[in-house]
């Protein structure tokens, strides 16, 4: 079984470190804006021991000591869903971890993950997500991931949805927050932030013009 799409080195999606980034085939959405849907629907390309002698021949320089080691991110689709996380967490766990996640599913043990990525997804009846149902869900992911040292809440705007739903989203995501944890980074596209702050006098979070899933 693969369950690996494809995989990318980049310096973007782990802060502060390089790292491989695997995106897993599946997700526990189908959100009607996914734009990883090749992802979301596999197959896969790799297996998981590819992955690992892949990265490991790649790195083989590295110093296991080395402060700005290589990370490895788990994205998507939806990481958690695969069969093959618990084992994927075991064979990396030698390095510096991330995952993007869409919060729903959580492991069954303490976070393993230095960098996590909370990627909210706009609820509205084209999505399928009930609001206040889904703020629980990402309120009880919030408090799993509370440890790591890197926590990120990002909000897209879904296109297809429409901007109402992400801007409704996003208000009651800024009053949620501070409530739960407010250690964690918010960042959200720019129109979603600039209708939102227009509301709530948000100051917190960074602007970025990327949609993604
Ligand atoms: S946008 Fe994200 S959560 Fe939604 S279907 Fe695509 S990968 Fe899954």
């Not at 069969?83 to 599913?105: C, Q």
């Not at 429409?162 to 964690?184: H, N, R, Y």
Request: charged share 25%.
């Amino acid at each position: 079984m693969k369950p690996i799409y494809d995989y990318v080195l980049n310096m973007s999606d782990f802060k502060g470190r390089a790292a491989f980034t695997l995106f897993f085939t599946g997700c526990n959405l189908r959100c009607s804006f996914c734009c990883n849907k090749q992802i979301v629907e596999g197959p896969g390309r790799y297996t998981l021991d590819e992955m690992k002698t892949h990265i490991d021949s790649a790195l083989y320089f590295e110093r296991k000591d080395f402060l700005e080691r290589t990370g490895v991110v788990f994205s998507g689709g939806e990481p958690t869903l695969s069969t093959y996380f618990n084992e994927a967490v075991n064979m990396f766990k030698d390095r510096p971890l991330g995952i993007h996640t869409n919060g729903l599913i959580l492991p069954k043990y303490e976070n393993p993950f230095e960098a996590v990525v909370l990627s909210i997804k706009p609820t509205g009846q084209r999505s399928g997500l009930h609001n206040g149902w889904y703020l629980e869900q990402i309120s009880r992911a919030m408090k799993y991931y509370r440890g790591a040292k890197h926590k990120m809440i990002r909000l897209v705007d879904a296109p297809v949805e429409g901007p109402v739903d992400a801007i409704d989203m996003a208000l009651s995501l800024f009053e949620f927050v501070p409530t739960v944890c407010d250690d964690w980074e918010v960042y959200l596209t720019k129109d979603i932030r600039d209708e939102a702050e227009k509301e709530m006098r948000w100051k917190g979070g960074e602007v970025c013009d990327q949609r993604e899933g």
